[in-house]
Nanobody, 117 residues
Framework: QVQLVESGGGLVQPGGSLRLSCAAS????????MGWFRQAPGKQRDLVAI???????NYANSVKGRFTISRDAAKTTVTLQMNSLNPEDTAVYFC???????????WGQGTQVTVSS
């Protein structure tokens, strides 16, 4: 089992920045991919950014150039730096991790990000 705990959400004005962190615990030896998804009210959960075990990253088009995903050397904490936030970024953000042995996908409990003046 893998547990994911997120932190760093909150209320920010348009143009502001927030930093989300997600710490993994449990059977973390086999974690490969980690990332962030988000879900706005009435919408599906969508990929925001993902980082693979080798360090390659992928971003949603809507956040490219504004968000940066990173991972610590131990590969147990993933961080999402969000800059130039706009109201369309308002959503619940979920941390994601894929474990290879045994194979499984894990989710955090979600953290609310609200961009509003």
């Amino acid at each position: 089992q893998v547990q994911l705990v997120e932190s760093g959400g909150g209320l920010v004005q348009p143009g502001g920045s927030l930093r989300l962190s997600c710490a993994a615990s449990g059977r973390i030896v086999s974690i490969t991919t980690m990332g962030w998804f988000r879900q706005a009210p009435g919408k599906q959960r969508d990929l925001v950014a993902i980082i693979y075990s080798g360090g390659a990253t992928n971003y949603a088009n809507s956040v490219k150039g504004r968000f940066t995903i990173s991972r610590d050397a131990a590969k147990t904490t993933v961080t999402l730096q969000m800059n130039s936030l706009n109201p369309e970024d308002t959503a619940v953000y979920f941390c994601y991790a894929h474990n290879s042995v045994p194979s499984g996908d894990y989710w955090g409990q979600g953290t609310q990000v609200t961009v509003s003046s």
